[in-house]
């Protein structure tokens, strides 16, 4: 690899999980056996989810495009994680590894912000039920995934923008599975100053506000099932059963 500015850079060699060749084989296996199990779990999901119409509910719609996000995530990282398990060097090319880079970027920030929407449509299910159907309405969660993926892109694009910039000089193999952050600063020979502010930046806001919307959400539909009356008598058990289920379910969710 050149040094110089990091328009010569031509490419990286990825360490992988593991230098131990009688590991490899077991380990392909493995994470082979989970991708398959990803990819078709969250294809049947999203299949699913299309074809049946009673379906076609806010709850759902989030669940569908969470699923697209998880399958987007795992193929662009896993697939060419795979190939290092049955290659001597596992090569990736300067534009190649700041494409993964990017779009790995992209979904996940975008799956922090997403799991963030769906917590906020269940609070709205339990704790104004009556309003539910106008405040989650289609319009609205078509406005909220859009907004999921402007997160994702924004945030990337930031990163990304500033990653290239960097000059990379201090070797070519990066001591990760595949292209991340912090193993590609590892082998920079300019100032990250940028990249570390911005990162740090990004990071907060990114895990942060979604991590506190998903608490907040759960802490005032914990408290919505705490304040719910227990009535004795078997038909009040009748009524109120249901109600019940819907909240435990909805919390699992």
């Not at 090569?91 to 997403?114: G, R, T």
């Not at 599975?177 to 990250?192: A, K, N, Q, R, V």
């Not at 802490?219 to 009535?231: C, E, K, V």
Request: hydrophobic share 45%.
């Amino acid at each position: 690899m050149a040094e110089g500015n990091h328009s010569t850079v031509t490419y990286f060699i990825l360490a992988g999980l593991t230098e131990k060749p009688e590991l490899q084989l077991p380990l392909f296996l493995l994470f082979l056996g989970i991708y398959m199990f990803t990819v078709v779990g969250n294809l049947g999901m999203i299949t699913l989810i299309g074809l049946s119409s009673h379906l076609h509910t806010p709850m759902y719609y989030l669940l569908s495009s969470l699923s697209i996000i998880d399958l987007s995530y795992s193929t662009v990282i896993t697939p060419n994680m795979l190939v290092n398990f049955v290659t001597e060097k596992n090569i990736i090319s300067y534009p190649e590894c700041m494409a993964q880079f990017y779009l790995f970027s992209v979904f996940a920030i975008a799956e922090c912000h997403m799991l963030a929407a769906m917590a906020y449509d269940r609070y709205v299910a339990i704790c104004s039920p009556l309003l539910y159907h106008v405040t989650m309405s289609s319009q609205v969660c078509c406005w909220m995934v859009a907004g999921v993926y402007s997160m994702g892109l924004v945030g990337a694009t930031a990163h990304t923008v500033c990653l290239l910039r960097v000059d990379f000089c201090k070797g070519d193999v990066i001591n990760h599975y595949f292209c991340d952050l912090s193993p590609l600063l590892e082998l920079s020979c300019s100032s990250t100053f940028i990249n570390e502010v911005v990162g740090m930046g990004f990071s907060t806001f990114n895990i942060f506000l979604p991590t506190l919307t998903v608490l907040t959400s759960y802490i005032f539909i914990i408290a919505s099932i705490l304040r719910t009356p227990l009535r004795a008598g078997p038909k009040h058990s009748e009524q109120a059963a249901p109600t019940s289920q819907l909240l435990l379910y909805s919390l699992v969710l």
